[in-house]
C-alpha cells in the first residue's frame, strides 16, 4: 500500500504487505528529517531519520528515502503488522532552525 | 529512567478558568518545547527553552505562559482558558536534534 499526494490523511494496508507513506517538505534549506510514530492516545516517538546528504537509510524494517530534487521524503515499512497501525508523520529541520512537522498519515494494517 | 512525564493527562476547563501543565524530564536534557496537536495539523510549537532560565516563543504563543524552574521542569500556563485551547499538549525534552515526548495532557475548554 502506498500513500500519495501531499495531504492522503489514511492508508490502509493488509498485514504482511509492504507500506510506503509519503511527505512533501517545503524548505529546500533543510537539512535534517525524521519521521514519527503516534499510536492513539501517545506522544510521537522517533522512528528513523537521514541527513541531506544521504538518500537512504534503513533501519528495523523501515527504510526512508530522501529525494531533494523534489523535495519528498518517503518511509517504507517491510511486512507491515498489526502493532504498525499508527499516524505516522515526518519532520524537517533547517540547519539552525527549529522542526517542522508534517500533518500525518493514518496507517492501518488489516488483519 | 522515566524519559518525559506530563500531568495532568485529562483536563476539562471552563472559559476564563486557568491552570498550568507540569512536564518533568529525567533525561538531563538542557532543550525543553510545548507543542500543541490539532486535528488536520502538525504539531505547533508555543514555546521552548534552550536552556535553564531561558524562554522564548514559538509559532502560536498567544494566551500562554511558560516557566522553566529548573533544568527537569518545564510548565505552561493557561491564564484564562479560551475554547480555541481546546487541544492535545506535548511536552518534549531535546537532545542535539532528536526529541523525545511526553504522553501528552489532552485539554477540553468549554
Known amino acids: 500500500g502506498e500513500s500519495v499526494g501531499l495531504h492522503l490523511p489514511t492508508l490502509s494496508v493488509q498485514e504482511g504487505d509492504n507500506s510506503i507513506i509519503n511527505c512533501a517538505y517545503s524548505?529546500?534549506?533543510?537539512?535534517?528529517f525524521i519521521w514519527y510514530k503516534q499510536e492513539s492516545g501517545k506522544g510521537p516517538q522517533f522512528i528513523i531519520d537521514?541527513?541531506?546528504?544521504?538518500d537512504k537509510r534503513q533501519g528495523q524494517r523501515v527504510t526512508v528515502l530522501l529525494n531533494k530534487t523534489v523535495k519528498h521524503l518517503s518511509l517504507q515499512i517491510a511486512a507491515t503488522q498489526p502493532g504498525d497501525s499508527a499516524v505516522y508523520f515526518c519532520?524537517?529541520?533547517?540547519?539552525?532552525?527549529?522542526?517542522?512537522f508534517g500533518e500525518g498519515t493514518q496507517l492501518t494494517v488489516n488483519p | 529512567n522515566a524519559g518525559v512525564t506530563q500531568t495532568p493527562k485529562f483536563q476539562v476547563l471552563k472559559t476564563g478558568q486557568s491552570m498550568t501543565l507540569q512536564c518533568a524530564q529525567d533525561?538531563?536534557?538542557?532543550?525543553m518545547y510545548w507543542y500543541r496537536q490539532d486535528p488536520g495539523m502538525g504539531l505547533r510549537l508555543i514555546y521552548y527553552s534552550a536552556s535553564e532560565g531561558t524562554t522564548d516563543k514559538g509559532e502560536v504563543p498567544n494566551g500562554y505562559n511558560v516557566s522553566r524552574l529548573n533544568k527537569r521542569e518545564f510548565s505552561l500556563r493557561l491564564e484564562s482558558a479560551a475554547p480555541s485551547q481546546t487541544s492535545v499538549y506535548f511536552c518534549?525534552?531535546?537532545?542535539?536534534?532528536?526529541?523525545?515526548f511526553g504522553p501528552g495532557t489532552r485539554l477540553t475548554v468549554t
Open positions: 524548505n529546500s534549506a533543510s537539512d535534517y
Open positions: 519532520a524537517e529541520n533547517p540547519s539552525g532552525s527549529r522542526l517542522t
Open positions: 518534549a525534552s531535546i537532545y542535539i536534534r532528536e526529541q523525545y
Open positions: 533525561m538531563n536534557h538542557n532543550s
Open positions: 537521514i541527513r541531506s546528504n544521504m
